[in-house]
């Protein structure tokens, strides 16, 4: 995808992320790989008002080269782009995502029950990082601890990042981790099924999560 083609399509899923009330005000941030550097969305910038035009450029190493001032959350972004091969992460304030890093019971190793194969095959095991204050630069040995191995985290006290091969993929994985996240919740305290250890290891073969 060619450099205007996805500064129209960080525009298209932010409007989306934001109308469908995924995040809200200024919250959240995207940003996506082109051929001399990235495209990430402006500092307290809403998603649903992006202008193609003003979105950030960032050379190779990250520096602002034109634009808007970039997202105050680059050390995040930067911290998977460094970890593991991806063109695009987003980050979300997304409801039940953001209450799941909110809860004291979550489990550090992995916030989602396995419940749903889409959850495991989109998203995998997904670690909660200690909280770090919005744009500190802490977060990232915290990221490049986990990132090897994980596509996704949840930020404690502060909501979800993805980070995927497109930004449709990062699109539809945090979505994922969205609905996983609601599931998890709306089932607290019930009775219920989930995959197998068996059912696992068959989609992480099968479909060899990136």
Not at 120 to 137: D, E, H, I, K
Request: glycine content about 6%.
């Amino acid at each position: 995808m060619n450099e205007p083609a996805i500064r129209a399509n960080i525009v298209r899923w932010g409007k989306s992320f934001f109308e469908r009330g995924l995040t809200a005000g200024s919250s959240g941030n995207i940003s996506a790989r082109i051929d001399d550097g990235f495209i990430a969305t402006p500092t307290n910038s809403c998603l649903g008002f992006l202008d193609p035009d003003r979105l950030s450029k960032l050379d190779a190493a990250g520096h602002h080269v034109a634009g808007d001032p970039p997202t105050k959350e680059l050390p995040l972004h930067f911290a998977f782009y460094e970890g593991r091969p991806c063109g695009a992460v987003v980050h979300l304030h997304a409801t039940y995502a953001t209450a799941l890093s909110c809860l004291s019971d979550t489990d550090p190793a992995n916030a989602l029950i396995p419940l749903t194969p889409y959850a495991v095959m989109r998203v995998g095991r997904v670690p909660v990082l200690p909280y770090t204050r919005p744009g500190s630069a802490d977060i990232k040995p915290l990221i490049v601890a986990v990132v090897a191995d994980h596509c996704a985290a949840l930020l404690e006290n502060h909501g979800p990042i993805v980070s995927s091969a497109t930004l449709d993929a990062a699109a539809y994985a945090i979505e994922e981790l969205e609905e996983a996240a609601k599931l998890a919740i709306i089932l607290r305290g019930l009775p219920r099924r989930q995959l197998t250890k068996a059912a696992i290891d068959d989609l992480n073969a099968t479909f060899r999560l990136r």
